[in-house]
């Protein structure tokens, strides 16, 4: 291929960008393309999660009303990380807090905890013939507090339509911190409609909410926009897929004709929630693995489900984000 292009951006490859204007004004991107349909938007400013992805010249995450908004307008109080969540195809959530807002053990916890928030430091780029490897850091750390550092790995193929999140984070303070994390990927149009169809292979669903348990029969099944609709939230124990040991889920877009499939170790992400909210504009399937489902720290600690990271210690994630435009490769996985 080398000899048919004059610079390597001509098929494959990434490029920084900077937003000008707006909330949004000054935030940096990667924009990466595998020269095989995908492109995908990394945002150096929110923990180098993943804002956008394009396969085949479609949409395949959500974005909310809020746009890119820099993290220099986060508002931690309450209710205000809403304010700034843009969602993309997948925000971070924790390491503090992973569920609403609560005041635990003396700490007031913003919803979904800061590190989604905290920017990246892009350390390298390394590119070969089959992959092109990002390199980042993510230092979510204060003096007399909370020191954590998370080294994030992109691993974009130009084999196939797919990438990988690979995430290490290490306790480099010196006591047990609490340790929450939960990917909030965010499916959104032409990928969601209401004849989509959302995968999850699972021994048991269950929900907190009334409204979630008097529907739960319809936990997979989508409806076109509707005024007023109200959020709800299923829990899964999902179960692994019998030829590679690992957790598959995803979302086939029968209208669209293209699809994603996650692939993930249990033991590395146990809890799998779905959040619903079926809103006119707010219109988004969350899929949402974690160490943990949703809800206030302090609730966790009233249920003896804390969860810490040591001192020196590190916690490795990782999940592989396959892209499909064949009906039949989609039901393959399953």
């Not at 909370?146 to 984070?169: G, H």
């Amino acid at each position: 291929m080398k000899y048919y292009v004059g610079h390597p951006l001509q098929t494959r490859g990434a490029e920084r960008y900077k937003l000008q204007g707006g909330k949004g004004d000054g935030m940096e991107f990667l924009c990466v393309r595998n020269g095989k349909g995908l492109e995908l938007w990394i945002s150096l400013d929110r923990c180098g999660d993943m804002t956008r992805v394009i396969y085949n010249g479609k949409n395949m995450g959500y974005l909310s009303p809020c746009g890119h908004v820099s993290s220099a307008h986060y508002d931690r109080v309450g209710l205000g990380f809403l304010k700034s969540f843009s969602a993309g195809f997948f925000t971070t959530c924790g390491f503090e807090n992973v569920g609403g807002p609560c005041e635990d053990n003396g700490e007031d916890l913003p919803l979904h905890g800061t590190i989604g928030n905290t920017p990246a430091e892009l350390l390298s780029t390394e590119e070969n013939d089959d992959e092109l490897k990002i390199k980042l850091v993510i230092r979510d750390t204060r003096i007399f507090g909370r020191c954590f550092l998370l080294e994030r790995t992109y691993i974009v193929s130009y084999k196939e339509n797919s990438f990988t999140v690979d995430d290490t984070v290490t306790n480099v303070g010196e006591f047990p911190q609490h340790f929450y994390l939960l990917y909030h990927c965010n499916m959104g149009y032409p990928l969601l409609t209401e004849t989509s169809e959302f995968r999850v292979p699972y021994s048991k669903i269950w929900a907190n909410q009334e409204l979630a348990k008097n529907n739960i029969d319809t936990a997979l099944e989508f409806t076109p926009p509707r005024q007023g609709y109200q959020e709800r939230c299923y829990l899964f124990d999902p179960e692994e897929n019998a030829k590679d040991g690992l957790v598959h889920t995803g979302l086939w877009s029968n209208e669209a004709e293209v699809g994603v499939v996650f692939k993930y170790k249990k033991d590395e992400l146990p809890c799998l929630t779905e959040w619903k909210q079926m809103g006119r504009r707010d219109y988004v399937l969350g899929i949402e693995p974690g160490n943990c489902y949703p809800s206030p720290r302090s609730q966790k600690r009233e249920n003896g489900q804390l969860i810490f990271l040591d001192p020196d210690c590190s916690n490795r994630t990782a999940i592989k984000f396959c892209f499909v435009d064949k009906k039949d490769q989609f039901d393959s996985e399953f």
